[in-house]
């Protein structure tokens, strides 16, 4: 296997191991190994479909708890939460989503939730855990979309979808026990972008708008010359070349950069509902999430950002085994239902 040039360069990652046993919490670390012990290939040295065959966090996730002999059962790691798969409309047809819905009496809020992995790779299965999570900590319904991908897909179509999808939800909200008045959007990593732009794009639509945004590592602008970028530019399981390797699949062109869906710091964000941000501190996004946060409150949005330390990127979904994550949930769900248990809307208008 060490002549497989797919492979992680053995000496930067060799360093990234030894940086990581120095800032990574404890059980940030064992996930760290444990998904290291699964095998995964250098994403950026990959081809699309290669990259999408990888393991993943939630696969590590899954590894270390058997491991521990441990439940991996979704519905014993996050009790009181049932989901079932359906199709949504998307922009250009139909579209896989998952919907979490909690114990309870409904009708219940809406979470309209985006997926990471760099409008590339991954899916809805892959981010099950942070979806799920989120269900239970706001109480609400939380519906997860699989958005056409890249590069099969290119730049827009993700966020066509993303707004075809709210618009899917405000009108079908009734039929998933949800209350379309208390909608919110949200998101992870390339989905964090998508739920920030989702709220802009709804409100220059003139759709009945959000409630609340919560946007988990979102990207947010385009320069890989960041603090955070350099900090972090080897660290795991995101580094620098990733974030290259995925920009350089999703575009038409590099001007497509300077688009204000994409870089958000450049977007007229008047107007959007109050914004929750989470970042990480070994990730190469966590200065996307600060610079974001800065021109939200220039625009008059209301916005609160924690970050968590000794934790990297994918972190939030790994509630199972990694403690701020925990935390992480239950913080985004406080903020998500505050929102959410105001008054509801009027009735919104026809779409």
Same mark, same amino acid.
């Given at each position: 296997?060490?002549?497989?040039?797919?492979?992680?360069?053995?000496?930067?990652?060799?360093?990234?191991?030894t940086i990581a046993a120095i800032r990574a919490d404890d059980d940030m670390?064992?996930? /760290?190994?444990?998904?290291?012990?699964?095998?995964?290939?250098?994403?950026?040295?990959?081809?699309?479909?290669?990259?999408?065959?990888?393991?993943?966090? +939630?696969?590590?996730?899954?590894?270390?708890?058997?491991?521990?002999?441990?439940?991996?059962?979704?519905?014993? =790691?996050?009790?009181?939460?049932?989901?079932?798969?359906?199709?949504?409309?998307?922009?250009?047809?139909? =579209?896989?989503?998952?919907?979490?819905?909690?114990?309870?009496?409904?009708?219940?809020?809406?979470?309209?939730?985006?997926?990471?992995?760099?409008?590339?790779?991954?899916?809805? /299965?892959?981010?099950?855990?942070?979806?799920?999570?989120?269900?239970?900590?706001?109480?609400?319904?939380?519906?997860?979309?699989?958005?056409?991908?890249?590069?099969?897909?290119?730049?827009? &179509? /993700? %966020?066509?979808?993303?707004?075809? /999808?709210?618009?899917?939800?405000?009108?079908?909200?009734?039929?998933?026990?949800?209350?379309?008045?208390?909608?919110?959007?949200?998101?992870?990593?390339?989905?964090?972008?998508?739920?920030?732009?989702?709220?802009?794009?709804?409100?220059?639509?003139?759709?009945?708008?959000?409630?609340?945004?919560?946007?988990?590592?979102?990207? +947010?602008?385009?320069?890989?010359?960041?603090?955070?970028?350099?900090?972090?530019?080897?660290?795991?399981?995101?580094?620098?070349?990733?974030?290259? %390797?995925?920009?350089?699949?999703?575009?038409?062109?590099?001007?497509?950069?300077?688009?204000?869906?994409?870089?958000?710091?450049?977007?007229?964000?008047?107007?959007?509902?109050?914004?929750?941000?989470?970042?990480?501190?070994?990730?190469?996004?966590?200065?996307?999430?600060?610079?974001?946060?800065?021109?939200?409150?220039? !625009?008059?949005?209301?916005?609160?950002?924690?970050?968590?330390?000794?934790?990297?990127?994918?972190?939030?979904?790994? &509630?199972?085994?990694?403690?701020?994550?925990? !935390?992480? !949930?239950?913080?985004?769900? !406080?903020?998500?239902?505050?929102?959410?248990?105001?008054?509801?809307?009027?009735?919104?208008?026809?779409?």
């Amino acid at each position: 296997m060490s002549g497989d040039n797919k492979e992680p360069n053995a000496i930067l990652n060799a360093l990234s191991n030894t940086i990581a046993a120095i800032r990574a919490d404890d059980d940030m670390l064992e996930l /760290a190994k444990a998904h290291e012990g699964l095998h995964p290939k250098a994403i950026e040295k990959l081809t699309p479909e290669e990259a999408r065959r990888q393991p993943t966090i +939630a696969d590590a996730v899954h590894a270390l708890l058997q491991s521990k002999g441990l439940s991996t059962d979704p519905a014993v =790691l996050v009790p009181g939460v049932r989901s079932r798969d359906t199709v949504v409309d998307g922009a250009a047809g139909v =579209l896989p989503a998952r919907v979490f819905t909690p114990e309870g009496v409904g009708p219940f809020p809406v979470i309209l939730f985006f997926h990471g992995g760099g409008w590339v790779i991954a899916d809805k /299965a892959v981010y099950d855990a942070g979806a799920r999570g989120l269900s239970h900590a706001a109480q609400a319904v939380v519906v997860s979309v699989d958005y056409r991908q890249a590069p099969e897909h290119k730049f827009p &179509a /993700a %966020w066509d979808d993303a707004l075809a /999808a709210y618009r899917w939800v405000l009108s079908h909200a009734g039929e998933i026990d949800g209350d379309a008045t208390r909608l919110a959007l949200a998101g992870e990593s390339a989905g964090g972008n998508l739920a920030v732009a989702t709220a802009v794009a709804v409100r220059d639509a003139g759709l009945p708008p959000p409630l609340h945004v919560l946007a988990v590592y979102p990207v +947010a602008q385009t320069s890989l010359n960041t603090e955070s970028y350099l900090e972090n530019a080897i660290a795991k399981p995101l580094n620098r070349a990733m974030v290259e %390797w995925f920009v350089g699949h999703l575009l038409n062109d590099p001007d497509e950069k300077k688009d204000p869906r994409l870089s958000l710091v450049d977007a007229d964000l008047r107007g959007l509902p109050p914004v929750t941000l989470v970042n990480a501190s070994i990730d190469p996004l966590r200065n996307d999430g600060d610079k974001l946060a800065t021109a939200l409150e220039a !625009q008059g949005v209301a916005v609160e950002r924690r970050v968590y330390d000794g934790v990297a990127h994918e972190f939030f979904g790994a &509630a199972a085994v990694v403690e701020k994550a925990r !935390q992480a !949930q239950a913080y985004a769900g !406080q903020r998500l239902s505050r929102s959410l248990r105001q008054s509801p809307r009027t009735t919104p208008s026809p779409i």
